[in-house]
C-alpha cells in the first residue's frame, strides 16, 4: 500500500523560508517522479514543482528561484524548500507520486 506522510508546515512571514517534506512507503521515490502540488485557498490545485532522476527539477514559473526539491534515497524523502515566501505561497502542499496523494500540510504567510 503505497503512502505519502508531508510534514514542515506552518506559519511564517513573508520574506522567511521553511522546508517541506514527503516520505513515502509502499512506493521507491529513484522509480517514480515526484511532484508537489499547492492549493491556494478557493483556487484549483497547481503542480509547483516536479523532481526526477531522468530529468532536472522542474518548476512552475511563479516560484522559479525560490522553491528547490531534493530528494534523499536513503530515506525515501523528497523535501521543498521554499524561501523569500510571499503571501501568494499560503495554500496546502501536497506530495504526489505515482498517481497517489499525501494529505497535506498547511502553509500559511503572513505579511
Known amino acids: 500500500q503505497v503512502r505519502l506522510v508531508e510534514s514542515g508546515g506552518g506559519e511564517v512571514q513573508a520574506g522567511g523560508a521553511l522546508t517541506l517534506s514527503c516520505v513515502a512507503s509502499g512506493l521507491n521515490f529513484n522509480i517514480f517522479s515526484v511532484e508537489w502540488h499547492r492549493q491556494a485557498p478557493g483556487k484549483q490545485r497547481e503542480l509547483v514543482a516536479e523532481?526526477?532522476?531522468?530529468?532536472?527539477?522542474k518548476y512552475a514559473d511563479a516560484v522559479k528561484g525560490r522553491f528547490t526539491i531534493s530528494s534523499d534515497s536513503a530515506q525515501n524523502k523528497v523535501t521543498l524548500e521554499i524561501h523569500s515566501v510571499i503571501p501568494d505561497d499560503t495554500g496546502v502542499y501536497y506530495c504526489?507520486?505515482?498517481?497517489?496523494w499525501g494529505q497535506g500540510t498547511q502553509v500559511t504567510v503572513s505579511s
Open positions: 523532481s526526477s532522476t531522468i530529468f532536472e527539477p
Open positions: 504526489r507520486c505515482s498517481l497517489s
